[in-house]
C-alpha cells in the first residue's frame, strides 16, 4: 500500500495535481483567476500580468516545496523569465509581426537563446529554469480546451479527413526519417508536428517521449518558420488552380502547422474557406490526446534498448501521467455545458499560453544556437521538407475528395 501511494508523489503526479488544481479552480471560481493580458498598455494590464505571475510563483514553489527542490533563488529567476515572456508577447503583439503569422513562443525561444548566447547566465537564474515542468501542466490546461462535441458539432466531413490525413502523414514523415537515419526522438517529434497540430503536437510528443528540448526547440522553430510562406503560398495556388472555398479552407486547415496562421491564411480567400479551414484545424486539435495516446503506449513498450520485458506494469511506469491528465482534462470538459465549457476554456488556454511561453523561455536559456543550427540538423530540416511537401500533397487530395465531391453529393 505504501509503495502504491509513493507513487503519487513523483513529478509526473505532481504535474498532474498542479494542472487539476488549474482547471477545479478555473471551473468553479473563474473570476478569481489571473487573465493575461493581451496589451500593456494600462495599468490594469500590469495589474493583470503581475497577478498571473503571482499565481505562476506561487505555483511553483508550492510544487519546488514537495518535490524536495531548492527554493532559495526561484522569484529572481523567474522574474527574469517571466519579463522575457512578456516582452515576446509584446513583440509577437506588434501589427506588423502579428500581419506574417509569427507567434509568442516563437520569440520566447529567440529571447531566451540571445540571453544564454550572448551572456555567461549566472547560477541562480537557472533555479527557475524548468521547462518539461510548465510544458506539461500546459498541456493538462490544453486538453480543456479541446471539446469532442464541438468539433463533431461543426463538422464530422473535418474529422473524417484530419483521420485519414493525420495517421497517413504522420506514418510517411517518420517512414522518411527512418530512411534518413534521423533519431527516433526527432523523427517522432516531426512526425507529430506536421502531421497534427504543429506546435502543440510537439510539445506533447516531446513530454510523452521524454525527448531532448534542444531538438524540441529546433521543431518548433521549423513549425513556425515554414507556416509563413505556406500562409501565403497555398491560397495563391489555390486561387491558381480554381479551388472551391470549401476545399481550399480544408487544404488550408490540414496543412499550415498553426492556427494563428491557418486563420489568417483562410481570411485571404474569403469567409467560408476561414470558417472551413478553422473547422478542419480544430479537428486536428482533437485528434493530439489520441495521438499522445498511441505514441506514449508505442515508447512505454520499447523501452530504453528494448531489453526490458515491457509487462503491462513496466509499461504504466514509464507511461508520462500527464497525458492522462490531457486526456481526463478534454473529457470532463466535453461532458459539459457547451457555454460553461467554453467560459472555463477561455481562462485554461490564457495559462496554456502563458505557460508554453515560459517553458519556452527556459529551453532558449538551455540551449546553444550550434546546437539548434549545427550539421546535425541538416538532415531533420530536409525529413521536415519532404514530409511537408508530402502533407501538401496528400491533404489537398483528401479535402477535394471529401469538400468538393463527397460532400455536395450527400448534402
Known sequence: MKKW???????????????????????????????????????????????????????????????????????????????????????????????????????????????SNCFKLPEWLKSAVQSEFYIKIGIICLGSTILFGEVMKSGAYGLAQSLIVVFTVWYMAYWIGKKMKIDPEMGTMLASAVSICGVSAAIATCGVIKGDNKKLSYVVSLVLIIAIPMMYLLPWLANLM????????????????????????????????????????????????????????????QGKGNMEKPTAGVIWDRFPKFVVGFILASLVFSLLEPETAKTVGTVTKGFQNTLFSIAFVCIGLETRFKDIFGKENRKPLKVFLLAQTFNIIITLIVAYVIFGILKPLWA
Not at 271 to 291: C, D, H, P, R, Y
Open 5 to 115: 501511494l509513493r507513487q503519487f508523489s513523483s513529478e509526473d503526479w505532481i504535474i498532474v495535481f498542479a494542472g487539476a488544481l488549474i482547471l477545479l479552480l478555473a471551473g468553479f471560481f473563474p473570476e478569481w483567476m489571473p487573465v493575461m493580458p493581451k496589451t500593456l498598455d494600462s495599468l490594469s494590464d500590469w495589474l493583470s500580468a503581475g497577478y498571473m505571475f503571482l499565481f505562476v510563483l506561487v505555483l511553483t514553489y508550492a510544487t519546488s516545496a514537495v518535490l524536495g527542490r531548492p527554493l532559495k533563488w526561484i522569484f529572481p529567476s523567474l522574474t527574469v523569465i517571466f519579463a522575457l515572456t512578456l516582452l515576446s508577447q509584446f513583440i509577437a503583439s506588434i501589427p506588423i509581426v502579428k500581419e506574417y503569422g509569427f507567434e509568442s513562443v516563437f520569440f520566447a525561444v529567440i529571447l531566451g537563446l540571445l540571453l
Open 242 to 301: 480554381g479551388l472551391p472555398q470549401e476545399v481550399t479552407g480544408a487544404w488550408l486547415g490540414g496543412t499550415i502547422d498553426t492556427t494563428g496562421a491557418v486563420a489568417a491564411s483562410g481570411t485571404l480567400v474569403g469567409e467560408t474557406a476561414e470558417k472551413t479551414a478553422i473547422i478542419v484545424k480544430s479537428s486536428q486539435n482533437v485528434l493530439l490526446g489520441i495521438a499522445a495516446f498511441i505514441i506514449s503506449i508505442m515508447w512505454s513498450y
